[in-house]
């Protein structure tokens, strides 16, 4: 059983049915009523030729019946020679639109590009909405705030559905190693080591790491004895073997401190050496090899892909869980996410720069914009059938081109009028 089909694609069809049917309607009228003005002119002419017309009466409507037959016929076969042969006759210059629908699409189009896609003038139309007070005043409002992250909420469940997990999980370690193995990585792994030596947590990271060595050598002594004995001779003393291990232990434990300490000579040296990494694996030394390959390895597929599929579905099990609760955080994160913004906003300097950001990607994308769109309308034209074409067009503009058959039917027999009477006039 078919489901059925949405109403929009009902109503759209009926709609525009409906809307030609009255064009249509409305076209016939206006048409009857030319032919109706025509009609009455030769109506008058033919009057004018009965025995029973007055004879200074019958020259009169003779000279206005003829002139606005002249009139109406000249602008019928105007009018009709648009968009057909007039009678079917092909006379020479008749039948424009059919003949010429390529020509009128590309015109159309060009008209459109011209008047409507000019930059300037739509970045002015974006100025003037002024897209980040709009987005402010929508944030602001709490009620429309409440919907927007209901709105967001909603669509997370079926983002973050489990179907296709795996696949987007391998997808992205392959994109992921497929990119690193073509990258040149040394610069951007110099940099962030580079980054990392010289920021204010490389000190406690440094003493962190002493102080756990130090605390784990403390607990290793009765290993460093154990070892020590078991490798002394049998005619080695006890007590020198103990000696020589505690001297063991000390010697790595002052060591450790002087690493820990940046003014020790050996913290110092480490320090430097630290340093200096960053040059030394942009320079690509053998280090920076090792690294770089440790690191493809790492994001490999094999590596990458189960970690990928873990966090998310860790991530997504999280926030499945989270969503379900109207209290949840992640609506807490979107409410407070919203307000802030709106709360930024407010200040000149942030919707500004929001504006011009918006009108930046609107003007860069507005070339391609503009053509496709231009494109679009001419195909979309020479693309329909020629008598459809015509047809569609002169529902749209031939009731106001019977007004012209009308005004020239009207017109020729004014003029006509007037002139039988200045003729009078000049003849005495």
């Given amino acids: 059983m078919h489901d059925p089909a949405p109403l929009n694609d009902i109503t759209a069809p009926v709609a525009a049915e409906s809307d030609d049917a009255a064009l249509r309607r409305d076209l016939s009228r206006h048409r009857w009523m030319a032919g109706s003005c025509l009609a009455l002119a030769a109506g008058g002419w033919a009057v004018s030729h009965a025995p029973f017309m007055p004879p200074g009466i019958a020259p009169a409507l003779r000279a206005v019946a003829e002139a606005g037959m002249i009139g109406g016929l000249a602008d019928w076969f105007a009018v009709t020679a648009l968009f057909r042969h007039p009678l079917g006759l092909p006379i020479p210059h008749t039948a ?15 008209y459109i590009d011209r008047e409507f896609l000019e930059p300037a003038m739509l970045v002015e139309q974006v100025r003037r909405m002024d897209p980040a007070a709009k987005l402010a005043n929508l944030l602001a409002d709490e009620e429309d705030r409440g919907r927007l992250v209901d709105l967001v909420a909603g669509m997370l469940p079926g983002l973050l559905s489990r179907q296709g997990d795996a696949p987007l999980a391998n997808a992205l370690g392959h994109a992921l190693a497929a990119g690193l193995s073509q990258a040149d990585l040394r610069p951007a792994l110099a940099g962030a080591l580079r980054h990392f030596v010289n920021s204010p947590s490389l000190e406690p990271l440094l003493r962190e790491i002493a102080d756990r060595l130090i605390h784990l050598m403390h607990g290793q002594r009765g290993w460093v004895e154990s070892a020590v004995a078991g490798k002394s001779r049998w005619w080695m003393p006890s007590s020198v073997d103990k000696s020589l291990a505690d001297t063991i232990n000390e010697a790595i434990l002052g060591h450790l401190w002087d690493l820990r300490s940046p003014h020790a000579p050996a913290g110092q040296e480490l320090r430097d050496w630290l340093k200096s990494l960053p040059d030394e694996v942009e320079a690509g030394s053998e280090l920076a090899q090792r690294l770089l390959e440790a690191l493809r390895q790492f994001t490999g597929p094999e590596v990458a892909g189960p970690l990928l599929h873990d966090l998310l579905s ?34 000149a300097p942030v919707r500004d720069r929001l504006n011009q ?38 529902l749209r503009v031939g009731r106001d081109l019977q007004y012209i058959r009308i005004n020239g039917t009207l017109l020729g027999a004014a003029i006509g009028g007037l002139l039988y009477a200045l003729n009078q006039w000049l003849g005495g």
Wanted: no cysteine.
């Fill in 96 to 110: 424009l639109v059919p003949r010429n629908r390529d020509r009128i699409a590309d015109g159309i189009a060009a």
């Fill in 314 to 347: 860790g991530l997504r099990d999280a926030a499945l869980a989270d969503l379900d609760r109207p209290d949840g955080h992640i609506r807490s994160a979107l409410h407070g996410v919203a307000a802030s913004l709106a709360d930024a906003m407010r200040e």
């Fill in 357 to 394: 950001a918006v009108e930046q990607a609107f003007t860069s994308a507005l070339p391609r914009w503009r053509e496709a769109i231009r494109d679009f309308v001419a195909r979309t034209l020479k693309a329909q059938d020629v008598k459809e074409f015509t047809q569609r067009l002169e």
